[in-house]
């Protein structure tokens, strides 16, 4: 589903990635391991094509992201969803105005969007808190919010950018099981991580960058 | 339906979160408009003073004193036969003396000492609509001056020109303040503008992220700048109209001014209408202007 060739990315002549070479199935669960400025966030970039490469070519479900138009990006993003570590959720938004934006982008109907916001709060266990505002929930709370966002239009693949950073080892399990649960249903996820509670639980393919080169690839068992 | 409605609602919100910043937007849109009204409101009361006067004007044929009946004659249907006249009187020696010592009794002994009446007979004309103009007035004279036994051909000249002259000053420097003024109300606009991109640039950031097209990320901003520009407008008519009023007012009290508020006018409608859309117009420019600097959407 994935295909990177050869892609590589400088920032200001600054290396970020070198030369990388990497298929990735549908439906597979992929661990981006690295220490910080390894390449894993220019890599996520790259996926959902808020940066070019300068080399090398990507292949998101055969297509060539290099050929993408302007325009055509929104509708790419629309086929994956984005987990980060800061959330990003709005603050003066209600947790089910949150989740709902993706579908609000794509014209969805009110109906649509109720129903598959509902769904999707249900899947991470929120459904209940669907009129807090964000400030008021608990940090693992907001980064469940922040993965229904992701997940409510029933995406392709779901990138996840250190998602369990601000989070303690109790609720880092959680979003994991969130993942995998996700995964389980068929959606290709991938997360760049440095966190070794992650690797711990996820038995899956690991790729693991350094200085922006992919050094290892392999398969973990927990 | 619901994405429009969500659009409507992020331009509200948008205004209600940089409530000073468009409460000050709003009021600076609103006198630079203003200021721009005046030189309209100037430029359309001295050109409909113009056309009036245009309208009032007569040119006086003065003929020579020694014309035969026939003479007159000719000339009076030499004049009637002219396209350029709409009407003319013709007013005898006498009548001329009668009418000055009517007008002015107190003068009426300045001509008794001469003896023999010094008014010549005349024709009173006045021009087809077509041929008031300053210059179309001018063209004319000097025809009917070319004609044998007209001893002289007077009109208002020096005022109707003067206030050509005027009229088209006026207009050049509201055209010059026009685009300078506006320049400025698309900056104000535009800076206003920036700052909600500034201070909702995560959220923009959040919208490119999830898909959200370029348009859809853009049109809150362009609404918003567009009420911006409708109300700084819509204001500035209301300022314009507040100090109309108020000059015509103190116009009226001064009694030396009888009759002058009158003819003062204020924008008709129409043109009202299209200046509250002009600002619109800026509005949606200076927001337009602001998203292209700002680079939305590439997140």
């Not at chain 1, 509708?75 to 959720?89: A, E, S, T, W």
């Not at chain 2, 009226?252 to 008709?268: E, I, K």
Request: with cysteine; charged share 20%; proline share 3%.
């Amino acid at each position: 589903m994935i295909q990177l060739f050869h892609v590589s990315k400088y920032y200001d002549r600054r290396l970020a990635l070198s030369d990388v070479t990497l298929e990735i199935e549908k439906g597979e669960f992929v661990l981006l391991m690295g220490p910080s400025g390894a390449g894993k966030s220019t890599l996520l970039k790259l996926l959902i094509g808020a940066e070019r490469p300068e080399e090398g070519q990507i292949l998101v479900q055969g297509r060539s992201l290099a050929k993408l138009r302007s325009s055509e990006i929104p509708l790419l993003r629309r086929k994956i969803g984005v987990v980060l570590q800061d959330f990003r959720l709005l603050p003066k938004k209600t947790v089910f105005d949150n989740v709902s934006l993706p579908l609000l982008v794509q014209g969805a109907s009110t109906v649509e969007i109720r129903r598959k916001v509902t769904d999707a709060l249900r899947s991470v266990g929120l459904d209940h808190k669907k009129d807090l505002f964000p400030p008021g929930l608990s940090t693992g709370e907001q980064q469940r919010i922040c993965i229904a966002r992701a997940i409510v239009n029933g995406p392709i693949m779901l990138l996840a950018d250190e998602p369990t950073g601000n989070l303690d080892p109790e609720l880092t399990s959680e979003i994991i099981e969130l993942f995998k649960s996700i995964n389980a249903r068929g959606t290709t996820i991938i997360v760049a991580t440095h966190d070794p509670n992650v690797l711990a639980q996820v038995n899956r393919r690991v790729i693991t960058l350094d200085q922006g080169k992919v050094v290892s690839q392999e398969q973990v068992s927990s | 339906m619901r994405r429009l409605l969500y659009l409507l609602r992020e331009a509200v919100a948008n205004v209600l979160t940089n409530r000073t910043t468009t409460v000050v937007a709003v009021a600076t849109t609103a006198f630079t408009f203003a200021c721009v009204g005046v030189f309209l409101l100037l430029y359309v009361n001295l050109r409909s003073m113009a056309s009036s006067l245009e309208q009032d004007i007569q040119v006086m044929v003065y003929l020579q004193d020694d014309l035969t009946e026939q003479t007159r004659s000719e000339i009076e249907l030499q004049l009637k036969a002219d396209r350029a006249v709409g009407s003319l009187t013709f007013v005898s020696k006498e009548r001329a003396l009668a009418d000055f010592q009517s007008q002015f009794p107190a003068e009426s002994h300045l001509l008794q000492g001469l003896g023999q009446n010094p008014l010549p007979a005349s024709f009173v004309v006045t021009l087809a609509v077509e041929s008031r103009s300053s210059d179309a007035m001018r063209r004319w004279a000097n025809r009917a001056q070319s004609i044998p036994g007209v001893a002289q051909v007077q009109y208002n000249q020096e005022w109707v020109e003067a206030l050509a002259g005027i009229v088209r000053y006026i207009e050049v420097a509201a055209i010059i303040v026009g685009i300078i003024l506006s320049a400025a109300s698309v900056t104000i606009i535009a800076n206003t503008i920036r700052l909600a991109l500034y201070s909702r640039r995560e959220e923009i950031e959040i919208l490119g992220l999830i898909g959200a097209s370029t348009t859809f990320i853009r049109v809150p901003y362009l609404l918003e700048g567009a009420a911006l520009g409708f109300l700084g407008s819509a204001l500035s008519l209301v300022i314009l109209k507040a100090g109309f009023e108020l000059f015509r007012h103190e116009i009226r009290s001064a009694s030396r001014f009888l009759g002058v508020d009158a003819l003062l006018t204020f924008f008709p409608f129409q043109m009202c209408v299209a200046l509250v859309c002009v600002g619109l117009f800026l509005g949606c420019a200076g927001s337009f202007l602001s998203l292209l600097r700002f680079g939305e959407g590439r997140a």
